[in-house]
C-alpha cells in the first residue's frame, strides 16, 4: 500500500493497480524483462491486476511471468469492462495505467490514472482523461517505487 498526501489534491491510498496489456505493458506482444522485474517488485506492495482484450493473443503465456492477476476482457466495451473491474476493487484506491481509448474511463475514475506514451503510441482519449503521462512503462512503475515523483507531478 502507498499512502501520500498530495498538496491541492490531499490524502490518496493506493493498494491495487490496474495495467493494460497490449501497448502499455508490451510493445507488439512482448514484454521486456525490466518491465517484467520492476512488475514483480511493484507487486510485492500492490495488487496488481493486467486487463486485456489480448488482441494480440499474449495474456496465457505472460501468466508465469508476471506476479499479477491477468485477466481476459470480453464484450462489446472493454473501457466499460476495465472501469466496472476498477468500481469492484475500489476507484479511490485504485491507480489505473494505460494508452488507448479501452483505458480511458479507467483513468478517468482512478484516484490516478496514469497514461504511457510508448512505441504503440497514447490515444488522445486516454491522455485527456489521465492525470499524468509517461514516455515508457517502466517510468510508470518507477512512480510506485518512487512515490516522491508522484508528488511532485501532481502537486497543486
Known amino acids: 500500500m502507498l499512502n ?5 489534491r490531499g ?25 517484467v522485474s520492476l512488475l514483480n517488485r511493484v507487486s510485492k506492495q ?14 496465457a503465456k505472460l501468466k508465469d511471468e508476471l506476479q499479477a492477476d491477468i485477466r481476459v476482457l470480453a464484450g462489446e466495451s472493454i473501457s466499460a469492462a ?5 468500481e469492484q476493487l475500489g476507484a479511490e484506491s485504485t491507480m489505473a495505467v494505460g494508452n488507448g481509448d479501452n483505458d480511458l474511463a479507467m483513468l478517468k475514475k482512478a484516484a490516478i490514472g496514469i497514461a504511457v506514451l510508448g512505441p504503440e503510441g497514447c490515444s488522445i ?7 499524468l503521462l509517461v514516455k515508457d512503462i517502466n517510468d ?14 501532481l502537486r497543486d
Request: proline content about 3%.
Open 4 to 8: 501520500l498526501t498530495i498538496p491541492g
Open 11 to 35: 490524502e490518496i491510498n493506493i493498494s491495487n493497480i490496474i495495467l493494460d496489456l497490449n501497448g502499455t505493458l508490451t510493445v507488439d506482444g512482448q514484454i521486456a524483462g525490466s518491465t
Open 46 to 59: 500492490f495488487q496488481v491486476y493486467v486487463l486485456t482484450a489480448d488482441t494480440l493473443g499474449s495474456a
Open 82 to 86: 476495465k472501469a466496472l473491474v476498477l
Open 125 to 131: 482519449k486516454a491522455l485527456q482523461n489521465a492525470d
Open 140 to 153: 510508470a512503475l518507477m512512480l510506485l517505487l518512487k512515490p516522491q515523483r508522484l508528488i511532485a507531478s
